[in-house]
């Protein structure tokens, strides 16, 4: 069911102009992207203290010459990301199924068929808004994600739009546990970002992340647990600009610990390893510019 815009008449022009840039093709929104890369990175350095602050920390193993590469390297995708981001407001079903490719589709539809809801552990590696869409798109089954809602209306509803336009579902933090309550035993799969910095009240779980001790949310494990459903890792691949590759990969069944695991918080943990790996083998498309360790 397709959602109705709720916003002010007074933002319409400004959706209406959002929306036609968000129609453009990639290529001539990848010059926009060139332009907020030069700005960003040359001009106005934004967030580029916490970008370079957060590299060394997780990094400290490699000079201050290796570190502004990434930096530089970081900027160049970020503006690529943010302008894939407003193209998801007028990007086409086909478009999507071309630019972003599940290596192993199966690993996630066998349990959805077999009338398994499954969770799936997400984070801000790559292009992580397309993921849901792309989802959504490829399987036939309901595909839901947890979200923040974010406090300005405009933007809020434009977030809305582009998540969900292409058939996925959106629920909110808050509302998590009711709509699993409702929803037990429907076969679907639904999506949450776990590498996000916990609320201070929620601070249950630290472990060894990129060198740095870190709390990680344990919000994924409680529901694991709580309704015996499989978690699956999204690792999600930059192949060229635009296009990306996700593979799936088990970290429990639902009925079983992770293999080998035997600390607290074993699912998350292996999570966090797992986020690590990604995160070392595609320095810069990880979003630096967030204070993941204050």
Known sequence: MKRSIKIPALYYPLWLLIKGIAALPLPILYKLADFLFWLMYYRLGYQKEVVI??????FAEKNEDELEVIAKEFY??????????????????????????????????????????????GSHVANWEWSLSAAAVTFNFPVEGVYKPLNN????????????????????????????????????????????????????????????????????EKLSLRFGYPVLFLDLKRTSRGNYEITFEQITDGKTNPDGVTEDYPITLVFAQKL???????????????????
């Open 53 to 58: 602050h957060n590299l060394r920390m997780a």
């Open 76 to 121: 160049r995708q970020f503006a690529d990301i943010m302008v894939e981001i407003l193209h998801l407001g007028g990007m086409s079903r086909s478009e999507m199924l071309r630019r972003v490719i599940f290596t192993n589709p199966e690993c996630l539809s066998d349990y959805v068929k077999a009338g398994t809801p499954v969770l799936i552990m």
């Open 153 to 220: 209306l405009f933007f809020e509803e434009f977030i809305l739009h582009t998540r969900s336009r292409l058939g996925a579902h959106l629920i909110k933090m808050k509302d998590t546990l009711r709509e699993f309550i409702a929803k037990k035993n429907v076969p679907r799969v639904v999506a949450l970002l776990s590498d996000q910095v916990p609320l201070h009240s929620n601070f249950n779980f630290w472990t060894q992340f990129m060198y740095q001790n870190t709390p990680f949310y344990i919000g994924a």
């Open 276 to 294: 690590e790996a990604a995160i070392r083998r595609a320095p810069a498309d990880y979003l630096w510019t967030h204070k993941r360790w204050k």
